[in-house]
């Protein structure tokens, strides 16, 4: 069925497109974006009225923790994926610390059919690149890339040895993929559980410096220059590290960068009274660096807007502090933190976050989506930025409750997500 998209405030960076306009999808993919779409209002068609509403790419999540395979009790592919179409993303970079590791092409393979029975969001496996994620041998990334693997990442065990990090990019470099990095010297973090500073030492805490990322930031775009391969660090959270990257692409490292929404909306504070639902790696640190990650963001040295989706089950954070795991659920939340926190504040304008969340994501890894170009896949998000509403765990799609922003009064909710032409979450609309 063709899908008429009419009086939407199109936002499409990709194409520099900003306007009030109709778009058009046909056969999974968009036919057209024009003022007037009558002459396409032909046969079997659905018209949505989306006067007020915006219509953009679908986000497209470069770092989500699906779970699945091994961890099913925290998120599986349906959950992960639900929650994902629910909050505007139309596809996600799945990480590959699961059980077994995504680092055999047989588990990428089991996963992509798991994915395409679910048929809600695309999911892009990122494999693991040393087996079972040990800092040891690598994985033989050619067959996972064949298998259908993006990119690879040291993600939730980042790589300590240097050796290793050379081989590794080395190979992903003659197979032109991406390298993601997690960047923390675990010699500066052992038994750290929140950020080292005055709220740790208030909490009487075990602190993880920012030093301990800020090195293996500068570690890894020196080697991603020696070997030419490209790199992605993995969720920056410290002022250190974007002066690092600042000075790393003026050198010209092959390097993109990411951060998170609670980068940018939460403090290390918000750990005070043992919150465990603030507690991730890396830990939230303090304002200083939260303004650093904005400017960050806004002069390009950050490119992307990930989730780093982490689901735990609740009797897993309802531990003492410093025994709870690290990381918060987001694909949820993301969109509509990062737009309270940025655009209706000012800071940020909603084409350049629309770029963040989605046409930087396909860049950096080459994948489809990400535009609104004629031709394209029809994977877009319908965003009611008006509206405010409350957050509540119990209501999220995802299996796990594990968030910091419960209770938030957030503005802009996503409406309607569709993939490759089929509408896959409505709300409202």
């Not at 690149?129 to 040990?134: D, E, H």
């Not at 693997?149 to 065990?157: G, K, L």
């Not at 960050?296 to 990930?306: E, K, N, S, V, Y």
């Not at 405010?388 to 999220?396: C, D, G, I, L």
């Amino acid at each position: 069925m063709r899908t008429i998209f009419r009086r939407a405030h199109v936002c499409d960076p990709s194409q520099g497109i900003d306007r009030v306009a109709d778009v058009v999808v046909d056969e999974g993919k968009v036919l057209a974006i024009t003022d007037d779409s009558t002459p396409y209002d032909v046969g079997s068609c659905e018209v949505i009225e989306c006067a007020g509403l915006a219509l953009a790419p679908g986000l497209i999540d470069l770092h989500t923790h699906l779970r699945e395979p091994g961890y099913e009790y925290k998120e599986d592919v349906q959950s992960g994926t639900a929650a994902a179409v629910a909050g505007g993303f139309s596809a996600v970079c799945c990480m590959p610390n699961t059980d077994p590791p995504l680092d055999e092409p047989s588990v990428i393979r089991g996963l992509l059919r798991r994915a395409e029975e679910v048929g809600l969001a695309r999911v892009y496996p990122v494999a693991a690149v040393t087996k079972g994620l040990r800092d040891e041998g690598l994985s033989e990334m050619a067959a996972l890339k064949e298998a259908g693997a993006v990119a690879v990442t040291d993600d939730a065990y980042p790589l300590q040895s240097a050796e290793v990090l050379r081989r590794g990019m080395e190979y992903a470099a003659q197979l032109g993929l991406t390298l993601m990095t997690h960047c923390e010297d675990k010699s500066l973090t052992h038994d750290g559980c929140m950020n080292e500073g005055l709220t740790a030492t208030i909490m009487g805490l075990r602190g993880m410096p920012p030093v301990a990322e800020e090195v293996q930031v500068m570690r890894n775009c020196l080697m991603s220059l020696y070997t030419g391969c490209r790199l992605h660090i993995l969720h920056v959270s410290t002022a250190g590290a974007v002066r690092i990257l600042r000075w790393a692409k003026a050198q010209g490292v092959p390097v993109t960068a990411e951060t998170c929404p609670h980068y940018f909306a939460l403090t290390d504070e918000a750990c005070l009274g043992y919150n465990t639902h603030a507690k991730m790696n890396p830990p939230l640190r303090t304002q200083a660096d939260c303004d650093a990650v904005v400017e960050g963001l806004l002069d390009g040295t950050i490119d992307a807007i990930a989730t780093d989706h982490a689901p735990h089950a609740s009797h897993e954070k309802a531990q003492e502090f410093a025994l709870a795991p690290f990381g918060i659920v987001g694909l949820e939340t993301a969109f509509a933190v990062a737009y309270t926190e940025l655009v209706s504040t000012g800071r940020m304008s909603l084409s350049q976050l629309v770029d963040k969340m989605s046409c930087q994501p396909a860049r950096i890894l080459g994948l489809p989506g990400g535009t609104l170009q004629p031709g394209a896949p029809a994977d877009l998000a319908l965003f009611d930025l008006n509206r405010r509403w409350t957050v509540r765990a119990s209501e999220f799609r995802s299996k796990s409750r594990n968030t910091p922003f419960e209770g938030w009064e957030l503005q802009g909710k996503p409406v309607l997500t569709m993939v490759g032409g089929k509408i896959v979450y409505r709300e409202g609309c």
